[in-house]
């Protein structure tokens, strides 16, 4: 189903429409894992949400349910909680340290308190991607 396809028989637009995105910062966002993906072999997530309590938890929950956990990275946003999470798999965390996913969580929250949900979700995809360098 494509942004603005109606669901089948409830004559209500998709939850997505709903969210914190427009349909152009969804598709930025999309191009930005994209690419994260494919110039690094791993793989990148984005969840934007809220989160339980403990919030990293909740976060490495999300990480682990993802299909290939341990290439993995997945940056949980919760805008309502102000609260942001970076996990990194196995074989993720030896491509990008916990000192440079931090970095780039500092970004992000830079441009979030900037009002720039989207802008800091791309921005540290592509510094994230950067760190890790090609496969």
């Known amino acids: ?8 028989g409830t004559g209500n637009p998709p939850d997505v429409l709903d969210g914190p ?14 690419l994260a993906d494919q110039g690094t072999g791993l ?3 984005v969840y934007v949400g809220g989160l339980d309590e403990p919030i990293r938890e909740h976060a490495e929950r999300l990480h682990r349910q993802l299909a290939d956990p341990d290439r993995s990275v997945l940056i949980a946003v919760s805008p309502n ?6 996990v990194t798999g196995r074989h993720a965390r030896k491509r990008i340290p916990d000192t440079y996913a931090r ?5 992000m929250v830079a441009a979030f308190g900037g009002g720039d949900l989207a802008g800091g979700i791309i921005n540290g995809l592509d510094q994230l991607a950067s760190h890790a360098g090609r496969a």
Not at 21 to 34: M, P, S
Not at 81 to 86: I, K, N, P, S
């Open 1 to 8: 189903m494509t942004v603005g396809e109606m669901q089948t």
């Open 21 to 34: 995105f427009t349909t152009r910062q969804l598709l930025r966002i999309d191009e930005a894992l994209r």
């Open 43 to 45: 793989v990148f997530s």
């Open 81 to 86: 909680q102000r609260q942001l999470e970076v």
């Open 103 to 107: 970095l780039a969580a500092l970004s």
